[in-house]
């Protein structure tokens, strides 16, 4: 069976041009189901570029992204946005609505009902620690809330029911979603992600973290100026070499003592 029949999103010799100028060049990158693939890259390498295409936000100048098979772009927008949930690095959300209704804007795309996209809001609510801000204004909120309530929104995208089943074809696209939260709040979300993986959802994350990358994800793809170096499991993609290779830094590569991960330490 080829990797494609393993795959809910299919990037397809993907480039981009943006002024003339090659953003993304020739990337093919099937996204395992039910797994989480780290995008990795230097600023500018063309990680959110990559996202933008998959979102069908951007359109590739030469080849396809494709959702179990048909291009992005064939998709009515409230057809894919019950499959496709992206958050990106900034939100442009400046009105003063409630938490709450934030969080329920996920639901839009689907016909539940009422009471199951209550449940499913507050169940997101519940863990991600922000039941108890559910009548504040986001506005008002401290960036790390802003991001808490954000991906409770993207998350209640593609959550069918309070088990956090989630819909057939779902895939997750996250640029940089750890940026604004602390150490436990990265920890939970790597969590919660890893448990939704294991029940179906395609995770795309870009990360700036390493080490984050390679405690959590199953696959590593790294982008450098707009090409794709390598795509493998950690442990072959995270090497001194390839980190030489990407971020033009030297390291040095231990297990780590509890994970046998590999564990990135700059050299000083």
Same mark, same amino acid.
């Given at each position: 069976?080829?990797?494609?029949?393993?795959?809910?999103? @299919?990037?397809?010799?993907?480039?981009?041009?943006?002024? %003339?100028?090659?953003? @993304?060049?020739?990337?093919?990158?099937?996204?395992?189901?039910? *797994?989480?693939?780290?995008?990795?890259?230097?600023?500018?390498?063309?990680?959110?570029? #990559?996202?933008?295409?998959?979102?069908?936000?951007?359109?590739?100048?030469?080849?396809?992204?494709?959702?179990?098979?048909?291009?992005? $772009?064939?998709?009515?927008?409230?057809?894919?946005?019950?499959?496709?949930?992206?958050?990106?690095? !900034?939100? %442009?959300?400046?009105?003063?609505?409630?938490?709450?209704?934030?969080?329920?804007?996920?639901?839009?795309?689907?016909?539940?009902?009422?009471?199951?996209?209550?449940?499913?809001?507050?169940?997101?609510?519940?863990?991600?620690?922000?039941?108890?801000?559910?009548?504040?204004?986001?506005?008002?909120?401290?960036?790390? $809330? *802003? !991001?808490?309530? !954000?991906?409770?929104?993207?998350?209640?995208?593609? +959550?069918?029911?309070?088990?956090?089943?989630? &819909?057939?074809?779902?895939?997750?696209?996250?640029?940089?979603?750890?940026?604004?939260?602390?150490?436990?709040?990265?920890? #939970?979300?790597? &969590?919660?992600?890893?448990?939704?993986?294991?029940?179906?959802?395609?995770?795309?994350?870009?990360?700036?973290?390493? &080490?984050?990358?390679?405690?959590?994800?199953?696959? +590593?793809?790294?982008?450098?100026?707009?090409? #794709?170096?390598?795509?493998?499991?950690?442990?072959?993609? +995270?090497? $001194?070499?390839?980190?030489? !290779?990407?971020?033009?830094?030297?390291?040095?590569?231990?297990?780590?003592?509890?994970?046998?991960?590999? @564990?990135?330490?700059? $050299?000083?």
């Amino acid at each position: 069976m080829s990797q494609s029949q393993h795959s809910r999103m @299919l990037f397809d010799a993907v480039s981009l041009s943006r002024d %003339g100028i090659a953003v @993304l060049d020739d990337i093919s990158l099937a996204l395992p189901t039910g *797994k989480i693939t780290a995008l990795l890259g230097p600023n500018g390498a063309g990680k959110t570029s #990559l996202l933008h295409c998959a979102s069908g936000v951007m359109i590739p100048s030469h080849g396809n992204v494709l959702l179990d098979g048909v291009a992005i $772009e064939s998709f009515a927008p409230h057809v894919l946005a019950q499959s496709v949930a992206v958050l990106p690095q !900034q939100s %442009g959300l400046n009105f003063p609505f409630i938490v709450e209704d934030v969080v329920a804007m996920g639901r839009f795309p689907h016909s539940d009902g009422q009471a199951c996209d209550q449940a499913i809001v507050h169940r997101l609510m519940d863990i991600l620690h922000i039941r108890d801000l559910a009548q504040r204004p986001y506005t008002a909120l401290s960036g790390g $809330e *802003k !991001q808490r309530t !954000q991906l409770a929104r993207v998350l209640s995208q593609l +959550i069918c029911n309070t088990q956090l089943d989630v &819909n057939g074809s779902s895939v997750l696209l996250l640029d940089e979603p750890i940026a604004a939260l602390d150490m436990p709040h990265q920890s #939970l979300l790597m &969590n919660l992600l890893q448990q939704l993986a294991a029940k179906g959802l395609t995770v795309l994350i870009v990360l700036h973290d390493v &080490n984050l990358a390679a405690t959590y994800a199953d696959k +590593i793809a790294l982008l450098k100026a707009g090409r #794709l170096l390598a795509f493998d499991s950690v442990d072959k993609v +995270i090497t $001194e070499t390839m980190i030489k !290779q990407v971020y033009d830094v030297d390291v040095d590569i231990i297990a780590h003592p509890k994970t046998a991960k590999p @564990l990135v330490i700059r $050299e000083v």
